[in-house]
């Protein structure tokens, strides 16, 4: 068995972090890491493309875009299972918001600012997103048919 309390998987918005273990509500995940790095620096960076940025405050900034750092992999959720908190150092960590069952993805808000810029509402690919997005699919649907029926003449609709 693994030493580590999570694993990397394909995920539905490509890789992501899965729990190997239970989380109990509160308990530490995983350290977003990399070098820090000035704000102006990262906004160049955020400019060529860059995904990995983790804000700390007006000035700083963690550049987490190496492989090593594991805390990359956790992805956006409207209904996220963990939050980012920040401790001495600066350091940013992120813990259970709640119960986490072992094989499920380990999920974060990443923030209107982050969500605006890069994923919108249509390419939101977390659980409730896609529920929404189905509903709304399904009650086109039904008033799509129910245009159609009407279109019919009396006599088709008989028959069917």
């Keep these: ?7 990397i998987g394909q995920s539905s918005s490509g890789l992501g972090l899965f729990a190997a273990k239970p989380f109990k509500k509160r308990e530490y ?13 990262a906004d160049a960076l955020e400019a060529k493309g ?17 492989r090593w750092n594991i805390a990359r992999y956790v992805n956006h ?18 813990i259970a918001r709640r ?4 094989e499920e993805e380990i ?17 939101c690919r977390c659980v409730k997103c896609k529920e929404r997005r189905n ?13 159609l029926k ?4 009396k006599r088709a609709r008989a028959d069917r």
């Design 1 to 7: 068995m693994s030493k580590r309390p999570y694993r």
């Design 29 to 41: 995940i995983v350290t977003y890491r990399g070098r820090r790095i000035r704000s102006a620096q």
């Design 50 to 66: 860059s995904r990995y940025m983790f804000e700390i405050n007006s000035r700083w900034t963690i550049d987490g875009s190496k």
């Design 77 to 94: 959720s409207c209904r996220p299972n963990a939050e980012s908190v920040e401790r001495k150092g600066p350091t940013i960590v992120y």
């Design 99 to 102: 119960n986490i069952k072992p």
């Design 107 to 123: 999920t974060v808000d990443y923030g209107k600012d982050y969500f605006d810029t890069f994923i919108t509402k249509s390419r």
């Design 135 to 147: 509903a709304r699919r399904a009650k086109l649907r039904r008033a799509k048919l129910r245009r």
């Design 150 to 153: 009407r279109r019919l003449p």
